[in-house]
């Protein structure tokens, strides 16, 4: 980029703090000189600010048509009173300097390192990802256009204004990205929300939904163990405050993680999970036996799985062997009444 704003003849920087922040900007802004000398003059709207948003709610939301990339235009302030002929002139616009294949109707701004600095730099991006969003769920491809939503973010998310935004709708909207992603395990969105709940962790909202997740899917797999894990730590944290009350819950989210660890072949990590679950659980059946003790002889169940995927089968053996143990001595027999002397 710094080479072509050479060759272009722009004042292109060579030193000094944030350097490649700077090359990107001032690509970015050959791009805002073309928007305004191209921009329809029908349309009163002064300033570059809101013709950014215009071609950032365009890359991040990936209208299908003129009419639904109309309706995303009503999201930015200065048009949100516009009429819709004015908005559909910007849409027409949009189209024109971003000509897509239908859907979507207006390509995004790539290269990929220019939208980056484009949803960088863009005024209220975070009200723009949240309130587009509640629009396009309400559209017939939604499904594309969230797709599209979670792509842009997490590929810029090592910006913080991006970053933030991300973790907003995260927060606001995890429950509904994760009944997409279960809706549709063979599709994009599973992964894409893996790599946004890893830039932007929601170990809190994780303790809530994991029980929603199958207990077993190729696609769901590396999302399971990413929203698994963020649980494992909300209930590590509810420990270290109350140990007595949390400890059982953050025995079963280790054995959990385990599990999920274990269908990514992560086959040493999974270990040292149920090893962890494991002498959390021997306490709990120590000072428990009545209550814990069943569950103790899971883990050792689960100990032998792990143990015997990395061919330590001696030791698998045994694990299995104290679990059946305990089984058979569980339930406790139940005292039989005497007769009153």
Known sequence: MHALLAAAGARAPTTGKDLRERILDAVLDRERRRWAET????VNISGDATRQQAVATATLLAPPDQPAAAALLGLIDD??????????SVANWLHERYPGAEPPWVAPLRPDLLAEQLLATCPALTDLV????????????????????????????????????????????????????????AGRLPDLLDRALTQCPQSQAAGALVDRLPEYSI????????????????HRRLAATDSNTHTPDLASSLNNLSNRLGDLGRREDALSTIEEALTLRRALAAAHP??????????????????????RREEALA????????????PPP???PTSPT
């Open 39 to 42: 921009f329809p003059r029908s």
């Open 79 to 88: 048009l949100t009173d516009a009429s819709k002929v004015a908005r559909r």
């Open 130 to 185: 949240l309130t587009g969003y509640r629009q396009i769920t309400d559209s017939a491809s939604s499904g594309a256009q969230v797709e599209q939503l979670l792509a842009e973010l997490t590929r810029s998310a090592t910006r913080e204004p991006v970053r933030d935004a991300l973790d907003r709708l995260l927060t606001d909207r995890l429950p509904d990205l994760l009944t997409a992603a279960l809706a549709d395990p």
């Open 219 to 234: 696609g769901l797999a590396a999302l399971a163990a990413t929203l698994t894990a963020q649980s494992v730590d909300h």
């Open 290 to 311: 009545d209550t814990y003790i069943p569950d103790l002889a899971m883990s050792l169940i689960n100990l032998s799985n792990r143990l015997g995927d990395l061919g």
């Open 319 to 330: 694990a299995v062997e104290e679990a059946l143990t305990l089984r058979g001595h569980w």
């Open 334 to 336: 139940t005292p039989t």
